[in-house]
């Protein structure tokens, strides 16, 4: 079970009454779609926001921003240190954090908006999870707020028959479905 993450109230109505879009708040606060609705339900259950507000808070496109933000499949968090690198630049790496069969999400490794690469999970160090190796689409990037480490979202766009293999064993042993 994932823990809750913990949001302050004064900060995302700050951001609320400083404008920010609904797309935005879901990127400061790592909200998916129906995490802002949640956030945005409370706060208007506390009475520190009105429900006429939480209209006027958010753009008028925010459905049709909401369901192209929407994940299609759930994001599973990586609990233990997983290494990722760039094929082509091994010294551009990071640490897997979450991921899913459509894409995955890695800090510390730059990457820009677009970008296609190939990616190689390096494996666990117990042996449970080998190495491979994803193509991947960069969707967006930022940096984490306390350490100013980046972070980019990559939508897997090509991975042989093993590594659809591979990634699916890594995700069973994530959700506690398998063993490592």
């Not at 994940?71 to 233990?80: P, S, T």
């Not at 290494?83 to 800090?107: F, K, T, Y």
């Not at 730059?110 to 160090?125: F, M, N, P, R, Y």
């Not at 994530?174 to 490592?180: D, I, K, L, Y």
Request: charged share 25%; aromatic share 6%.
């Amino acid at each position: 079970m994932n823990p809750q993450r913990v949001i302050k109230a004064k900060d995302i109505l700050a951001d609320i009454n400083a404008g920010f879009s609904n797309a935005a708040l879901m990127e400061k606060y790592c909200l998916s779609a129906k995490g802002l609705r949640s956030a945005l339900s409370q706060l208007v259950e506390a009475g520190c926001l009105a429900s006429d507000d939480v209209t006027t808070a958010l753009p008028e496109d925010y459905h049709q921003t909401l369901s192209d933000l929407m994940r299609k499949q759930d994001r599973y968090y990586i609990d233990f240190e997983l290494l990722v690198c760039e094929a082509d630049n091994p010294e551009n790496r990071g640490v897997l954090r979450d991921i899913n069969e459509e894409g995955l999400r890695v800090s510390g490794i730059s990457a820009a908006v677009d970008e296609v690469t190939v990616l190689v999970i390096l494996g666990d160090e117990f042996g449970g999870i080998g190495p491979f190796e994803v193509e991947a689409q960069c969707k967006w990037t930022r940096k984490q707020a306390k350490t100013l480490a980046p972070q980019a979202g990559f939508r897997i766009t090509r991975a042989s028959g093993e590594s659809q293999d591979a990634l699916r064993r890594l995700i069973a042993v994530v959700t506690g479905h398998g063993r490592p």
